[in-house]
């Protein structure tokens, strides 16, 4: 079931390649010839542990799906349209002619996000710190000094209301009831949605006294459907079926007995995960996901380290694992690391922790460091704005933690990306002042065959 080549070696007689149509000047190729795609098929061979069955993906086109689509902030099904119409996409994913049809189905990404994990997705954000170092987009040097921070990555859920969630529930008990063939004393399919609703309207009204005792009405509503069909599990005999009532009964009662001072509280049905999460800002004072760890140089602000942390840990208890990250991944442990002051009360053997606003032992060019430790803000908005960091449409603790990890290597993308457009530039400058220079000075430049 391992990878096979899809294109035959020798050219094609009536086929055009495509290195003969594009423009080998593109960023997008620059970057290809940066990346060591050979790597892929060694670190991603233990997935394929069986010899039978279909062939998989080639590597290199999942793995250039995977780059191109947190690169542009694409969905599955965008990125593929994207690609049949664009050359340099599909140089970039080892095509060798110009494809009209669809690589794969959109489902078969989130079948491949599943199979690589975590563990999987980290040799691409990986290879991009090597792409890098290979282009010269840092030095090797830069990565002694890193900056750590956390940000906060929020799932792909409505804003969690008391109201909306008892009736998404109830909504939920109904469907489940129909899948199993059981007959409900009373559904309610008409009086809960007008009693959600006038839940907000009271709300909005400042009425809160009846604004609660709509919301207890209705909370009494999903109980009585909930103990219903609790009572009439006994005549279901498929285990399978059970299994999946299960999940859904034990959310619903979740719900149910949860209170507003309860900690832990279910904010979503279809994510129970997600977490309620304050970072301190006026604007947004919560935000419903998970929170991230964010390693970046301190120099360049290239990401050499991205992780998931669930049960919203304390900022300082995160740092060790942060840092055995970036050392996994650079083959190198950071000698200073540069942090805000929610990392507080924290050492770490073998590596200076430089603190926002410490003064024992800082220098000036100790200050001045401590004051660029800022700059991994803006790099945190451009992964939200330009990239996929700011919504995440994966499933469950595991889509949390690859999602994290694609975002970093999305952006160390972009970074590389613009330092090539940005070469390519002076490049054309410089040459276009040579020539400015050598005609003033009647110098004549023959076109080519002449002598």
């Not at 694992?321 to 650079?330: D, F, M, N």
């Not at 603790?397 to 990306?417: E, T, Y």
């Amino acid at each position: 079931m391992g990878p096979k080549k899809r294109h035959p070696t020798s050219s094609d007689l009536f086929q055009q390649e495509l290195v003969d149509q594009i423009n080998l000047s593109h960023p997008l190729v620059k970057l290809a010839e940066l990346i060591d795609w050979k790597e892929f098929e060694g670190s991603w061979a233990g997935f394929f542990p069986s010899k039978k069955g279909r062939p998989a993906t080639p590597t290199r086109l999942v793995a250039g799906l995977l780059y191109l689509q947190h690169m542009y902030a694409y969905s599955d099904e965008a990125l593929l349209q994207m690609w049949v119409e664009n050359p340099y996409m599909q140089y970039f994913c080892g095509e060798t002619h110009f494809q009209h049809r669809l690589p794969i189905d959109p489902s078969s990404l989130t079948r491949w996000r599943k199979r690589l994990g975590e563990h999987g997705v980290e040799k691409l954000l990986e290879q991009t710190i090597e792409a890098a170092k290979e282009g010269r987009v840092i030095k090797a040097s830069s990565l002694s000094r890193v900056i750590v921070d956390s940000t906060v990555m929020e799932k792909a859920v409505a804003f969690p209301t008391d109201s909306r969630l008892l009736e998404r529930g109830r909504q939920h008990l109904v469907k489940l009831a129909d899948i199993l063939g059981l007959r409900l004393r009373q559904n309610y399919n008409r009086q809960a949605p007008r009693m959600a609703v006038q839940v907000a309207r009271y709300a909005h009204a400042k009425q809160f006294k009846r604004m609660r005792g709509e919301l207890k009405h209705l909370r009494t509503i999903v109980g009585r459907v909930w103990r219903d069909i609790d009572r009439k599990m006994i005549a279901v005999s498929d285990e399978v079926m059970r299994s999946r009532a299960a999940g859904i009964l034990s959310r619903v009662k979740r719900l149910l007995e949860q209170k507003p001072s309860d900690k832990n509280k279910l904010y979503s049905l279809h994510a129970p995960e997600v977490e309620c999460i304050g970072k301190g800002k006026a604007r947004h004072p919560y935000e419903f996901g998970v929170k991230v760890s964010v390693a970046v140089t301190h120099k360049e602000g290239l990401v050499v380290g991205m992780k998931s942390l669930p049960g919203n840990p304390y900022d300082g208890h995160s740092l060790a694992g942060a840092l055995q990250q970036v050392g996994e991944l650079t083959g190198r442990v950071p000698e200073a690391v540069f942090v805000d002051k929610g990392y507080r009360g924290v050492e770490i053997a073998d590596t200076t922790i430089w603190r926002s606003g410490q003064k024992r032992g800082v220098t000036a060019s100790i200050r001045k460091a401590i004051h660029r430790r800022s700059m991994v803000e803006p790099m945190i908005g451009h992964m939200k704005s330009e990239g996929r960091l700011g919504r995440n449409w994966l499933q469950g603790v595991a889509g949390d933690a690859i999602h994290a990890v694609l975002c970093g290597a999305g952006h160390n993308l972009r970074m590389i990306l613009r330092a090539i457009r940005l070469f390519c530039g002076l490049l054309i400058a410089a040459l276009a002042n040579w020539i400015a220079e050598n005609s003033s000075t009647g110098f004549e430049i023959q076109p080519l065959g002449q002598h």
